[in-house]
């Protein structure tokens, strides 16, 4: 089993950043890959950024070239930097990671004032 633990969500005005963590532990060798998620108020949870064990990276066109992810598997962290902030990116962001399951933390809000 793995188990994930997001931080560093808050309220940040428009054009700010933010970095968000996500602690993982458990069967963390067999991780494939991790992602990030994100849920606003009433919508659908949606696909942010992936970065695979090969460190490839692949971001949702919302989001390119204002987000970052990185991993640092020393200490089993995932990362997403977040730039360029609009209201839009208003949601609770989720990690996630992929062995032979798709395992999810509980998730971080982010706020984003205009």
């Known amino acids: 089993q793995v188990q994930l633990v997001e931080s560093g969500g808050g309220l940040v005005q428009a054009g700010g950043s933010l970095r968000l963590s996500c602690a993982a532990s458990g069967s963390i060798d067999s991780i494939a890959y991790m992602s990030w998620y994100r849920q606003a108020p009433g919508k659908q949870r949606e696909w942010v950024a992936t970065i695979t064990s090969s460190e490839s990276k692949a971001y949702a066109d919302s989001v390119k070239g204002r987000f970052t992810v990185s991993r640092d598997g020393a200490k089993n962290t995932l990362a997403l930097q977040l730039s360029g902030l609009k209201p839009a990116d208003t949601a609770v962001y989720y990690c996630?990671?992929?062995?032979?399951?798709?395992?999810w933390g509980q998730g971080t809000q982010v706020t984003v004032s205009s």
């Open positions: 996630a990671a992929f062995d032979q399951s798709l395992h």
